[in-house]
Antibody, heavy 118, light 108 residues
């Protein structure tokens, strides 16, 4: 079945770059858009952005200046880089399959908790 | 930016009762509205897309309705596993996306 698995460091220092990778299995990577979504502790969900197989991206306006998404089709992976992090970036980060035409996220990874702290 | 407002913030009901959750958009999102269920410690799960279409594997007790600015998620008869947080999400101005703040459905 389709599985998404986030990986990366669970602790990042303030002002540094948060880097995460999502590995996709069980589905054709090239057939979908792929998004990152985050959730601060005890709070709601925030869409970060999407990446497509050809490198096309789109970002949330609130994060656009600090976010870069990329895709590696040879590895069925896509990645998130978030620069100049602060404690406000502490959250569970989810990767998700983005069904653009249906405007929803139908499959999610389990999530990875990232804490920004010195 | 389109803002989604969910109500109530918390809904206390008993198993077997009917639950009605609301999501209101600050401007029309047509039918580009989805609902998600999130249990503690788990990732969100897609329940409803296109305002009224059940996702694969979602029980028939879950139904969605509405269009434009007012939407409803109804759970016809609550099961113990339905007590969770529910989020609505819109994407009428794709690719931009926003979520509601959530409704916590708790056991009375």
């Amino acid at each position: 079945q389709v599985q998404l698995l986030e990986s990366g460091p669970g602790l990042v220092k303030p002002s540094e770059t948060l880097s995460l990778t999502c590995t996709v299995s069980g589905v054709s990577f090239n057939s979908y858009y792929w998004s990152w979504i985050r959730q601060p502790p005890g709070k709601g969900l925030e869409w970060i952005g999407y990446v497509y197989k050809n490198g096309d991206t789109s970002y949330s306006p609130s994060l656009e200046s600090r976010v870069t998404l990329s895709a590696d089709t040879s590895k069925n992976q896509f990645s998130l880089n978030l620069t100049s992090v602060t404690p406000a970036d502490t959250a569970v980060y989810y990767c998700a399959r983005d069904r653009a035409l249906r405007a929803d996220f139908d499959i999610w990874g389990q999530g990875i908790m990232v804490t920004v702290s010195s | 930016e389109i803002v989604l407002t969910q109500s109530p913030a918390t809904l206390s009901l008993s198993p077997g009762e009917r639950a009605t959750l609301s999501c209101r958009a600050s401007q029309s999102v047509y039918n580009y509205l989805s609902w998600y269920q999130q249990r503690p410690g788990q990732a969100p799960r897609l329940l409803i897309y296109g305002a009224s279409n059940r996702a694969t594997g979602v029980p028939a007790r879950f139904s969605g309705s509405g269009s434009g600015t007012d939407f409803t998620l109804t759970i016809s008869s609550l099961e113990p596993e339905d007590f969770a947080v529910y989020y609505c999400q819109q994407r009428s101005n794709w690719p931009l996306c926003s979520f509601g703040q959530g409704t916590k459905l708790e056991i009375k």
